[in-house]
Nanobody, 124 residues
Framework: QVQLVESGGGLVQAGGSLRLSCAAS????????MGWFRQAPGKEREFVAA????????DYADSVKGRFTISRDNAKNTVYLQMNSLKPEDTAVFYC?????????????????WGRGTQVTVSS
């Protein structure tokens, strides 16, 4: 069993920054990948970014490339999402997810465990 707990969400003005954290417990990850997804009201959940536990590979949605950075601290079993230059359209509930399989994939169905989400609201 794996538990994922997100933190770091909040209210920020456009142009501001937030750092989300996702702490994993219940097992030690030595392979697979971790991803961030988001879901805005009335919209489907969408891929934001992912990173392998080795840290060698990352992937970003085009909408956040150059503004968001995903990173991990294996010693803490924690993944981070640094979000800069935030826009009102970034407003959503952000979810952390863990994928046990090899490689980075963007499909939410390929992820095995999910956190409960943290709200990010960007005001204009």
């Amino acid at each position: 069993q794996v538990q994922l707990v997100e933190s770091g969400g909040g209210l920020v003005q456009a142009g501001g920054s937030l750092r989300l954290s996702c702490a994993a417990s219940g097992r030690t990850f030595s392979s697979g990948s971790m991803g961030w997804f988001r879901q805005a009201p009335g919209k489907e959940r969408e891929f934001v970014a992912a990173i392998t536990w080795s840290g060698f590979s990352t992937d970003y949605a085009d909408s956040v490339k150059g503004r968001f950075t995903i990173s991990r601290d294996n010693a803490k079993n924690t993944v981070y999402l640094q979000m800069n230059s935030l826009k009102p359209e970034d407003t959503a509930v952000f979810y952390c997810a863990a994928r046990l399989g090899v490689g980075i994939l963007r499909g939410s169905v390929t992820y095995d465990y999910w956190g409960r989400g943290t709200q990010v609201t960007v005001s204009s």
